[in-house]
């Protein structure tokens, strides 16, 4: 495809994540298209179950021949924006306005985009794994075990009172002694 890609061309092509990452051939076409010829201009990640018939999440590979940003490369994570139809994920207009929006700006937000710098895709080997760039780590709230603790005993107490109400109730019933 980029063979015949004209000098002022850009190609966005749908693959699999494994394209991003995966070592031997795929990995030497990589650093290739990377530092000798300069033509990858983006990444996008996108949700899995997008596209009937695969479930894997995919991405977009936005080439071009005639780069103006020839020192980075812009990585999208649009992969937990969407909405869930029936079995299916299904990007709406405004996720797809987000990715164009942060593609034509190329912005860096938070936890969505980051502009890698060439030199930091090098020093990655040229691994073009989208979490190496785009950090959605979200940090979960610390857990107060004295409080947990607390209501532990609390719910425990409650339980044997209701232990001993059951077991007046089944006296009266007469199913145990």
Do not use: W
């Not at 794994?129 to 950090?135: C, E, G, L």
């Not at 409650?158 to 089944?170: C, S, V």
């Amino acid at each position: 495809m980029i063979y015949h890609l004209n000098e002022g061309g850009t190609m966005a092509c749908v693959a699999p994540h494994g394209v991003l990452f995966r070592g031997n051939a795929e990995g030497v076409i990589r650093r290739f298209l990377i530092e000798k010829k300069n033509y990858i201009d983006a990444i996008i990640g996108l949700p899995a179950n997008i596209f009937y018939g695969t479930s894997i999440p995919t991405c977009i590979l936005v080439m071009k021949k005639c780069r103006k940003e020839d020192d980075n490369i812009l990585f999208i994570d649009a992969s937990k924006e969407f909405e869930k139809v029936k079995t299916q994920n299904k990007l709406r207009k405004e996720h797809i306005d987000k990715i164009v929006e942060t593609y034509r700006d190329r912005k860096e937000i938070e936890k969505y985009s980051h502009l890698a710098t060439l030199q930091e895709i090098a020093d990655n080997d040229y691994n073009l794994n989208i979490p190496r760039y785009v950090d959605t780590f979200e940090e979960e709230e610390p857990i107060d075990i004295k409080a947990v603790m607390a209501e532990i005993k609390e719910l425990e107490a409650k339980r044997a009172d209701l232990d001993k109400e059951i077991e007046g109730y089944l006296k009266e019933l007469g199913l145990v002694e």
